[in-house]
């Protein structure tokens, strides 16, 4: 059982960067809505109406609804309130409630997101596990070369090669589209391969570490099979750190699901956002921005409560001090660094 | 020499791939006469020759001036970004643990903030304010990068501000800058050095990204993510042409990986 105090922590500070995370975006798009060139209200009363249907009246209607008409001071709390109400307002483009539109693309997103995570787990344990026994030998040092190369290419590059490789050559799946499964295979395979190509070392320097440890040693001399000490040695303290790193790759998981949604034309909300910046729909940008942050919340709070469960130690330190966090991001640097 | 013997093979190698990668970016800057945006329609996608040396693209546009033009866009930014950020970060943090109170507290509010969104959302938002704005993606790339020299610089800060040999240093009367110099820094120099080469594969990566989205610098710009979007659809025409910022970006990260990692 999870101790109270290490929960609320937990929750409160994901809260709170729930809450920053918000105010980020409602004010960057608040300046997106003040700079719109020319005056805004006809610009939109344009996009939504046509532009031969512009009168001065649409455009009052306009400068109304948007509360345009008001000091920037009040716009801005305004704004903020509307925000914090989840009033997201309607596309300027299409007219339709933003929510409406978010609630089709979350799901394509978390479809995305889970069949990535998928594939990654699915190629990076194996492989971690496999480099870590046998490390510095062949299979080891093929792991490392095949993470350097793929670690320096952007996420659409490795989409575009798996494109050429996989659906233009050997025409064995489809290159873009949705509705069936076929078309999630190769976004989630360029998505896992790219977070593999990271944890796959990570879960192969835990493994180097927990191997050479005295204990897992100990267990070995004391006539345990290798089996039985991995089990019950390895699992649990392998894991550890490696969970933890899971947290700083949500913000590789976030921007691999932007640039690949794009690149595969996958309707979720990095492609909504990508587009809404494209045609300047400010609450389109907003809702999605917001919707993409909520996300990386949630897989936050998520891997903060996996790794608590999976090290007690964690929630000594938490009921003693709030400093407790198993992802605070000076680990991304340490763990870079290991994976080198 | 110090420093040259701690320095590893695959830093050398890192070294020596951005080398190549800046020199063909000057060399191409001084002696390359075509424009990268002069278009000859009737030689598209002309093979690589004595005339144009990387061939042409779907516009006739010379790929040489074109890569030329990119490359050096992304070293570019990719200085510019890393040198703001590091002094941001370094600056502040030095500040940060060395007054701690409410001047700790504010910037550290501060960075909670940038980092609770992920660096490509605000990079791109930042984009929004002003399309195509080389200017824009600076300040957003760099904003999203100080945040862990700020962090390194203010734990490290932390940490040697309790030491007896600081502490000494102070009582005997040497200045502020001394105390910097002489004992924060040192423990510093080798982590900031690495996360600068991280980070200018992040900017690099930043705004292929935004341009492969089609969010970043606009056409006829040549910038590597841009171009890998408008000649995707002529892929089967023309390979080669498309492989060229491929293989740039390629590069760059690899180079700039490459020289950040520490010997095992």
Redesign the interface.
Known sequence: MMPAAAIRNLLLRRL???L??A???GT??F??VR?LPGDMAYRIAAERYGDDAITTAAAASVRQELGLDVPAWQHYLNWLLELVQLNLGNSLVSGDPVIHNLQHQLSYTLALVFAGLLVSLLLAIPIGLLAGFKANRGADHLSLLAS??I????V??VG?LLI?LLA?NIQWLPVAGFGELKHLILPALTLGICMAAVSSRIIRNSTVDVTRSAYYQFARVKGLSRWHTFVHHGVRNISVPVVAYLGIQ??ML??GV??IE??FAWPGIGHA??HA??S?DVPM?QGA?LL??ML??VINALVDAICLWLDPRLQLSASTSNNASPTN??G??TA??AS? | MRLINTVTRRQWLGTAILLVLVLFAVLEGLFGSADPARQQLMNRFLAPSAEHWLGTDQFGRSNLARMGEAVRLSLLLAVMCVVTAASLGIGLGVVAGWRGGWTDKALNFLVTTVLALPGLVLVLLFAAIVPGSFVMLYVGIAITLWVEYFRLVRAITQQRMQSPQLQASNMLGFGRWYLFKRHIWPGLASQVFTLMAFGAASAVLAMAATGFVYVGLKPPTAELGLMIVELFPYYAEAPWVLAQPLVALFLLILGCNLLASKPS
């Open positions: 709170l960067q729930l920053l995370m105010w980020a975006i960057i798009t300046v997106l700079s350097t190369l670690r320096a290419q952007p659409f590059s575009l050429f233009m949500t913000v976030i921007e932007i640039m794009s690149l956002l990508s910046i494209f300047r940008i921005a993409m942050g990386f919340v991001s000076t991304k640097k870079q660094e080198l």
